[in-house]
């Protein structure tokens, strides 16, 4: 592998654009749906399914629309521990889940 200057990539080399991207907005915490209010001084979202506000931590953890996929992609691991590492199955299950469940998060 090539590095410029000799530094590793910060990302895993073989991430897509678009896995990336949702991985930052989760570790930020801050997407267009979560935070689109701030900007058009609308009310905060909430949750169709639990009528509870509308976060980057409910999703992940606590809706229980999403238990099976959350389920399914995370197994053993928690979001928390995915979104610490930034490796290549990190990108992809977190990724996956989000398209699985609320592709509007991008």
Do not use: M, W
Not at 18 to 47: N, V
């Amino acid at each position: 592998i090539s590095y410029i200057y000799g530094i590793p990539p910060a990302v895993p080399i073989r991430s897509s654009t678009e896995q990336i991207k949702t991985f930052i907005r989760l570790r930020l915490r801050h997407t267009a749906i979560t935070h689109q209010h701030l900007l058009s001084g609308s009310a905060a979202p909430s949750c169709q399914a639990c009528n509870c506000p509308l976060t980057i931590n409910h999703i992940l953890y606590e809706c229980r629309q999403y238990s099976n996929a959350r389920n399914s992609i995370f197994q053993n691991k928690t979001p928390a521990n995915l979104l610490t590492e930034f490796s290549v199955d990190n990108l992809k299950d977190l990724h996956k889940f989000i398209y699985q469940t609320v592709s509007y998060l991008s």
